[in-house]
């Protein structure tokens, strides 16, 4: 009998052990998750906001070339060209003492034509450094008066 006893309790140790290596991994493994995301979230953060800044800095500008002299003012932009309809930079972020983020921008220009002006659409993508998909793209639009019309 008591041998029966004692296995069974060396069975028992045993699968609480299991248990516990189980539930170890399983905590370990949802950390391990939680990092990434948490790294992913920070980094779509940083693009939004690097998208945000170069929508407003190229509002108002009447061609490819005047928003690429502006988007030169901005603080961490480098490497401007401006490719027909098309402008890249890069740009490095960073903010709240966080570490910096280098993202490649592209802003893609359409212009539309009209008769007291022409309504521009751009669409500004964010990369990562090296990515080959965006991380985020922003649309805006927004439309620019003829300088020759008078009231």
């Known amino acids: 009998m008591k041998k029966r006893t004692n296995l069974s309790f060396i069975v028992e140790l045993l699968i609480l052990f299991l248990l516990l ?3 170890i991994t399983v905590i370990t493994m949802v950390s391990i998750r939680a990092r990434g995301q948490s790294r992913k979230a920070r980094v779509l953060t940083d693009a939004v906001i690097c998208a945000e800044n170069a929508t407003e800095m190229t509002e108002g500008a009447k ?7 502006r988007l030169e003012q901005m603080e961490g932009v480098s490497s401007v060209q401006v490719d027909g309809d098309r402008i890249s ?5 960073s903010a709240g003492g966080k570490p910096e983020q280098s993202f490649e921008m592209k802003v893609n220009w359409d212009e539309e034509p009209g008769e007291t002006g022409a309504y521009i659409e751009k669409t500004v993508e964010v990369f990562e450094a090296d990515g080959k998909e965006p991380v985020y793209s922003l649309e805006s639009g927004s439309f620019v008066k003829d300088e ?4």
């Open 89 to 93: 930079f890069q740009m490095v972020f």
């Open 63 to 69: 061609d490819p070339d005047e928003a690429a002299a």
């Open 21 to 23: 290596i189980m539930m």
């Open 148 to 151: 020759e019309e008078t009231r």
